[in-house]
């Protein structure tokens, strides 16, 4: 299978975490440990594509378990280290999982998690077993989706899947087993396990863990070891550029020098602000690859690795990803015309776990998941994201309008820090354009003054007419702002 470990690579270092560097022979042997333990636990030769749910920071050993899963034939179910118990068991009844394994340091968390968890010091083995023959079509992963337009669902792929979203990326961004990455993504979320994970290992890069994302850590280590990629969400990206604002210009130098050593910076699980992505250029000499994708077809879209990048663009196909813009009556768009992102190819996933209903509603007839994302493609065949159909893309006083090209023009106003625009339902217009404001420090401004500046901007109807000002807004583990929690603001 696709997670085999190559001859030519069995002695390079695979991973490096707070505690320790393994070779990918060593996190072989590991995952084997796992994996022995699991068939032994349910007394079988192949785990049948039983759902294991694990806790684990960042680490050798969330690798060794997530391999030690899929070599016993298992479903991998990886759980977020940063959610609440309710969370948590949701995914756990949701999924159908029958263990969960954990590290000790989540005892308090799990106390009241209705699956009792299995500790990793507790893992012992009596007997070892001929490790199972693994099928491409097996069902491999089940990750949620992030719940920004409702409730999570489980994300079933397969061996198959991920191996084709690994292959195409590593084509695209020519990994090989050179590379180094700096490892800050949780590992929950395609973003992290396949992007920056799975890739990396496939290749016999080397992958070096930061369980827990700080700015000055990433600077620091960017500059004691010669990464060669770093992939991370906008908000991360705005909180380096901070960082590096604030440090002495002989620190600032040093910092940037470790950034052009580096071949490739992505971005990516939210939309880039134009702003964050000029302002990173001038510090680190990149200007930042923004792709496309999600839960349910890992990428889709790149910018190149060579040639054009555009600015507020996602790219172009990936390789082997076939991709089309429809209507509302499912026919093809015309270039520079509006419409949905539809997927077809061996990345796209299986299944809404036991969701059968969602998961036909969410192909065609013909076989092409529908994403949900709005966007428009330019003359070179370059792909724009609007935003989401469901929640971005407002429909006011018969006007469609994009929250996403507001938030980017909104952006420039000197006195605005970052925004996020929704739409509110009202009678007379449909909906209302509304925006909740993060402002510089000890600026001020009201709505009356944002109207008079917006119009020399953006044409009328797409000015806002309610805003709210907050001190920060309400994001989920990858970046992305949860708007439903922002309309409920307006609703009060």
Known sequence: MWFDIKAEIKDRIAITDASDSVTYKELYN?????????????????????????????????????????????VAVPLC?????????????????????????????????????????????????????IQPEQRALIIYTSGTTGKPKGVVSTHQNIESQIKTLVKAWEWTATDKILHILPLHHIHGIINALCCALYVGAE??????????????????????????????????ITEWENSPQDVQQNMTAACKKMRLMISGSAAL?????????????????????????????????HGKRKAGFIGLPLP????????????????????EIQVKGDNVFLEYWN?????????TEDGWFKTGDTAIQDEEGYFKILGRTSIDIIKTGGYKVSAIEIEETLRLHPSIKDCAVVGIADEEWGEKVSVCLILHENQDLSLENLRIW????????KIPTQIKILTELPRNAMGKVIKPELKKLFLL
Not at 61 to 74: K, N, P, T
Not at 218 to 229: P, S
Not at 273 to 291: A, M, N, Q, T, Y
């Open 30 to 74: 590991e995952a084997t440990t796992i994996a022995h333990f699991l068939l032994e636990k349910f007394n079988t030769n192949h785990l049948e594509e039983i759902k294991i749910a694990f806790l684990v920071n960042p680490s050798i050993q969330y690798v060794a378990i997530e391999w030690g899963i899929w070599l016993a034939g298992g």
């Open 81 to 133: 280290n940063t959610h609440p118990i309710s969370e948590i068991n949701y995914v756990l009844e949701d999924a159908n999982c029958q263990l969960l394994l954990s590290e000790e340091l989540f005892q308090d968390v799990l106390k009241e998690a209705i699956i009792k968890p299995v500790y990793l010091k507790s893992i012992t083995i009596e007997e070892t077993h001929l490790l199972p023959l």
């Open 207 to 240: 992958v070096h863990f930061l369980s827990k994302f700080e700015a000055n850590k990433v600077w620091d280590w960017w500059q004691k070891k010669d990464f060669t990629i770093f992939m991370a969400v906008p908000t991360v990206y705005s909180r380096l």
């Open 273 to 305: 602000p134009v702003s964050i992505l000029e302002r990173w250029e001038v510090i680190s000499g990149h200007f930042l690859l923004e792709r496309y994708g999600m839960s349910e077809i890992g990428m889709a879209i790149s910018n190149p690795l």
């Open 320 to 339: 082997n990803v076939d991709v089309r813009l429809v209507n509302e009556q499912n026919n093809i768009v015309n270039q520079g015309d509006i419409g």
């Open 355 to 363: 969701k059968k209903q969602a998961t036909l509603e969410s192909f």
């Open 454 to 461: 917006a119009k020399t901007q953006i044409a009328h109807y």
